[in-house]
């Protein structure tokens, strides 16, 4: 076994078992900062003991669609706040409401949303959808005089926004997973949807009963989101989003979606007279570095054959212990779970491989051809929620933000459904 | 936080943001600009019969650096034309993955045994390939991802160099 | 004040439609010269063994690589991309096929590959195949055009001519190998055929009168 390679997988699963369980504080090391020192220290060993590091080999590792997605996403949902698309979706929301059966509607549609309209990254519908899904909350709840409910939406939209990247045709978690296993495009794409729509339904009923107590509640209470004032371009900049989002996943047009949001966001700038400094006012850089420093750290860790020693070890477990390729190809679905990072591709870009290959053995183990791929799509869906739970700057936080919740009354519910 | 802590984070965070800075100069050295668009959805990959990864070309190119390991599983060519290209490249020699330094070495394998590429650099992997554009072909952006394994055939480095 | 963003609207999608008008109004590039030459097919000698089929060519190959072929049951093409060494190919057993495909009539109806990341679904054996083959007087051999793997000829001269009556077509010639056909027709000489194609299978009228 290489040893620098293990020692570099010692050191990061150390770094990051540290700061999921809170041994690092955040306040003290944030996880960028743990993970670049990481990947410093790793580097160093490494360099020390001799071996060499191919610098192009660590950024290779490094995705570049998520981020440049992400911040696309947040400068247009600066534009949007500052034109008054959300006051216009909370209005819209709140007469929806009204109808029959008007309520569920408005929940349902809410929360599955980004998986109707897969984007490469779930906060480009998060940031967005987070304050009217609130508000929505918070209504419900007092409707209902039932404190959980904001929590249940608002967790409901999380994970359904982060598992949405699996389904993704514009660049996913899953079309990453397809095109490594040489599946045909868009294969996992509907199972997947079926998937998270059950899940999200799931994580809301554990908000609901079994972390009831533990819920937050809902500190503030909204004034009627119907008679709130919408400037006056707040719904034209609302359907336009919506409209131009949903005709790129339906006709997956020739230009980038980054290209296609800023494109928006000028429009919206034009309408409405939004300066530069709102949208800059949208862009969060917590997940963003998070994700990067997570790329960077799965670089150094790669490029010392960490993932290969990983790789080595679970075979080793798989033919040396009761757990066997069974027990084995379950734990390799589920660690994007048991370690979540900031973002699913981190893991996933370098064990897609071995997921294929514990497949094949299981497959041939089993003679079901279909383990493979199901335990493919398995390993997707658990990479593309993972940031859900991700204590370290994943969609969660996000949510956790707006609600102002604890870490650790929400991470698990989120969990527990995969 | 306390102010020596703080000053470290942001110098952290601020390394982090010049790192993504970093891919894309190096995009622009390497003469290939709309690297960067690259959706990393992997759609050109199962189109490439010698199994090239041509998001590895892509990659490469924001790396800039040509001697990225990118997967290519299905060249298939004799074990002392692949030392001879790469040493350290990850072949499949009788099921089993290795380098062709290993397998002419230590495990004393026919240097004219027909052995399958696994990963190998960028550069090499130009080298290979066919030229079939349907890694274009099958690109959402259609991004000319070929231009860079044409470049790289040539002489072994980028436009931009 | 509705009527700003109506007219921004209006005017982003008259920009819209005028791009699109312009990037489909394709300009076609009439070169001088003659029409492509199709280049005659690769002919091999085989010699078989217990354990390997040895093929030697008798030219070589523009890329060092061709693809071996083998029909089997119910209109199955099978193929294996190879290297060329010493103008000899050599398919042994344990080789496996990297794409097969459907032939109906003259015509590829579909085609995938086999071999995926690591491993081959299905494993079908290409010595094997060859050997059935030919016990059972079907076709098998080397092609030096590698449709289906490469369309480049077809998607050129669809960058040039629109609609599907464009001059080159694809088709298995009797004998079981697939190259291009050419017709004149609509050919404009634009010369972006043989410019694309990566094996020499098709080649400008002045190497193809050599």
């Known amino acids: 076994m290489n040893l620098i390679g293990a020692i570099a997988l010692g050191i990061f699963l150390l770094t990051l078992v540290a700061s999921i369980r809170g041994w690092i504080p955040q306040r003290v090391l944030p996880i960028q900062s743990a993970l670049l020192a990481a990947s410093a220290l790793i580097a160093l060993v490494g360099i020390l003991s001799g071996a060499p590091l191919n610098w192009g080999d660590l950024i290779s590792y490094t995705s570049i669609h998520p981020v440049t997605a992400t911040i696309a996403g947040f400068v247009f949902a600066g534009a949007l706040r500052a034109a008054g698309g959300f006051e216009a979706a909370a209005s819209l929301v709140s007469r929806v409401m009204r109808l029959k059966y008007g309520s569920p509607f408005a929940v349902m549609l809410l929360v599955n949303l980004p998986t109707i309209f897969a984007m490469p990254c779930g906060r480009i519908w998060v940031a967005p959808l987070l304050p009217v899904t609130i508000l929505l909350g918070e209504e419900i709840a007092r409707k209902n005089k039932d404190r959980a409910v904001p929590a249940m939406l608002v967790f409901g939209l999380v994970i359904n926004a982060a598992a949405s990247c699996g389904p993704s045709l514009i660049g996913g978690i899953g079309a990453l997973g397809e095109g490594m296993g040489r599946y045909p495009a868009g294969s996992f794409s509907n199972p997947q949807s079926i998937a998270i729509v059950i899940i999200s339904a799931l994580v809301m009923l554990f908000v609901k009963y079994f972390y009831r107590e533990k819920a937050p509640l809902p500190v503030r209470v909204s004034a009627d989101a119907e008679n709130r004032p919408v400037p006056e371009h707040g719904f034209f900049s609302l359907i336009i989003f919506i409209i131009v989002l949903g005709a790129t996943v339906a006709f997956e047009p020739p230009v980038p979606l980054q290209t296609i949001l800023v494109g928006l966001t000028i429009v919206v700038m034009l309408v409405e007279g939004v300066s530069i400094n709102d949208l800059v006012g949208g862009i969060m850089l917590h997940p963003l570095t998070a994700m990067l420093s997570g790329f960077i750290a799965a670089g150094v860790l790669g490029a010392f054959g960490g993932f290969t020693v990983l790789v080595g070890l679970l075979d080793f477990a798989a033919s040396s212990t009761p757990l066997g390729y069974a027990g084995v190809a379950v734990l390799l679905a589920y660690l994007p779970i048991i370690f979540p990072m900031p973002c699913g591709r981190i893991l996933a870009v370098s064990l897609i491989p071995a997921v294929l290959m514990f497949g094949e053995r299981l497959a041939e183990a089993t003679a079901v051809p279909s383990v493979q791929p199901a335990l493919l799509i398995a390993f997707i869906l658990c990479a593309a929620a993972s940031c859900g739970p991700s204590p370290l700057g994943g969609i969660g936080s996000l949510g956790r933000g707006g609600l102002g919740s604890r870490i650790s009354t929400t991470a698990f519910p989120r969990c527990w459904p995969y | ?161 | 004040m509705t009527g700003r963003p109506l007219t921004i609207l209006l005017a982003i999608i008259l920009a819209v439609l005028i791009v699109a008008l312009v990037s489909h109004h394709r300009v076609i590039p009439v070169y001088p010269g003659e029409y492509p030459v199709i280049a005659p097919p690769m002919h091999c000698d085989i010699e078989y063994h217990d354990d390997r089929v040895e093929l030697a060519l008798r030219e070589d190959p523009l890329l060092g690589r061709v693809i071996v072929y083998a029909h089997a049951e119910g209109g199955v093409y099978l193929g294996i991309l190879k290297p060329v060494y010493d103008r000899r190919v050599v398919v042994r057993r344990g080789d496996y096929a990297d794409f097969r495909a459907v032939i109906k009539g003259s015509s590829v109806e579909a085609a995938e590959f086999l071999k995926k990341m690591d491993r081959y679904e299905p494993k079908i054996d290409m010595f094997d195949s060859i050997v059935a083959a030919h016990d059972a007087d079907r076709a098998f051999g080397v092609q030096k055009c590698l449709y289906p793997l490469c369309t480049r000829c077809v998607e050129a001269c669809k960058s040039v001519i629109q609609g599907d009556n464009i001059p080159i077509t694809l088709e298995v010639k009797p004998d079981g190998h697939i190259m291009p056909v050419f017709r004149r027709g609509k050919c404009p000489r634009c010369g972006r055929c043989f410019v694309n194609c990566p094996t020499g299978s098709i080649l400008p009228p002045d190497k193809g009168r050599k």
């Not at chain 2, 030392?83 to 002419?104: H, Q, R, V, W």
């Not at chain 2, 026919?110 to 190998?120: A, G, L, T």
């Open chain 2, 1 to 161: 936080m306390k102010r020596k802590l703080v000053i470290i984070n942001s110098v952290g965070a601020i390394i982090i943001l010049a790192y993504l800075a970093l891919l894309g100069v190096n995009a622009f050295k390497s003469g290939y600009p709309w690297s960067v668009l690259c959706y990393n959805c992997k759609r050109c990959n199962p189109v490439c019969v010698l199994g090239i990864d041509p998001q590895g070309f892509i990659a490469a190119a924001y790396s800039s650096d040509p001697n990225v390991y990118i997967y290519t599983t299905n060249v298939r060519l004799k074990l002392h034309d692949a030392m001879d290209i790469d040493p350290g490249m990850e072949i499949i020699a009788n099921g089993e993955k290795t380098t062709p330094a290993a397998a002419l070495g230590k495990i004393g394998l026919d240097p004219d045994m027909e052995v399958i590429s696994y990963r190998v650099r960028a550069r090499d992997a130009a080298v290979f390939c066919l030229d079939c554009g349907a890694c274009e072909k099958a690109c959402p952006l259609s991004l000319p991802i070929s231009t860079i394994a044409r470049d790289l055939k040539k002489d072994g480095v980028f436009r931009g160099k």
